[in-house]
């Protein structure tokens, strides 16, 4: 057999070993292991796996990891996910449907710390959904705009997709962070314009009649807190934001450095708010190592993935093909984002990466795209992915952490509906206007 037939042979057998359950790190070393020893031999086999595994995480860069890790944890116990939708409440309470759009930036707020989408939806199915149902919101919506809201954590920096990325792209990690901003910002003002149209349109969709003629006949119970006092709460958060994202772009810090303070600033705000206890900070830095070697593992089997079909010549004979006269760029780059959303459906936003990246990445370079914008459009559309059935891991995250027999998965897939239309039409906007994803990335 060609290096090619071995390639493309490859590529069916992981993903025959990922259907019937093997998982996606070990399917892709066994792969890899075997198609180069079939390319080549087994000695080149062993050789390449150690070379792989030594280059891929031995970087200073991989420290950033456990740091944007740990500080999402330490950020999500220490209450400030509450604080920022408290202050975004009521800020916008003379808003139509408020809660849901105070619900949308809060996310993005709590997002921009956080980094992973997964944590914002647990956070806030606990703080906002109650809330919204308190106050006469159909439970439908109320789960549909925290899933959907919930996808920031992966666009705004800092942002665990971004990293990884970065990584296979071969591109800097700051700028990656810095591209995620322009988009994150235009998505949740679509969020927001899509629940203020809902509630002038759709009025049912939003609002229970009964709940909110109930909500409105009692009033409010419970005392508010000053302005003031909501504003100081939300100052911490305001605070890590700087530090990392400021440090970065002013150049005081690298991406890994601006890690290690934003995992500094946000211990000293759980200590200081008395959040932590030994025992959970214990448990939290398993949680960081955990997440940590699982991600890093999965960058390795990756890295030797990458170089098996680069060794194949694989990805060059497919770009030849697909970019000549059989799509050209534009129809490969609809094809490509058409499959990470199919993709989105069945299996983990990290794995859809590392098994397509790898196949994608010299195509879209051969195709002279910008590849951060590339970036950004794939992020976007894997993200898609935790909304869409069957799959739907926000969705699933949020049905577990309400614990509630009322709420049925179907109905929280049906509520954020509007919010993967929404996002397919601002994957449109990002691939027609490139410059909402590379202006500050490139200044």
Known sequence: MTGVEIGAL?????????????????AMLLVSFASVSLIRNEAVAMRMIGAVANDSIREYLFALVPMFVLMGLLVTVSGLGKDTFDLFERLLRRVKAGLGVATVFANAVFASITGISIASASVFSRIAVPEMARHGYTKRFATGVVAGSSVLGMLLPPSLLMIIYAVLAEESVGRMFLAGVGPGILLSLMFAGVIVLMAVWREDWIFDRHRAAAAELHGEAAAEEPLLRLVA?????????????????GGFLNPTEAGAAGALGALAIALSRRSLKPGSFWALMVETGQITVSVLFLIVAASFFSRML?????????AQAILGDFIGPYG???????????????IDSISIMLILLPIALPIAREAGFDMIWFGVLTVVAVEIGLLTPPFGLSVYTIKTALDDRTIKVGDIFRGALPFVVTMVASLFLLAAFPQISVWLARM
């Not at 490859?10 to 070990?26: C, D, F, R, S, Y």
């Not at 709460?233 to 700087?242: E, F, H």
């Not at 490969?332 to 069945?346: A, E, N």
């Open 233 to 249: 709460k939300g100052m911490p958060i305001v605070a890590l934001i700087l530090v990392v994202l400021g440090g970065i772009y």
């Open 332 to 346: 490969f780059l609809f094809l490509f984002l058409l499959l990470v959303i199919l993709l989105g459906c069945f």
């Open 310 to 318: 680069a060794m194949s010549g694989l990805p060059a004979a497919l």
């Open 10 to 26: 490859a590529i069916a057998a992981m993903l025959a070993l990922i259907l019937i359950g093997m998982p996606i790190a070990i």
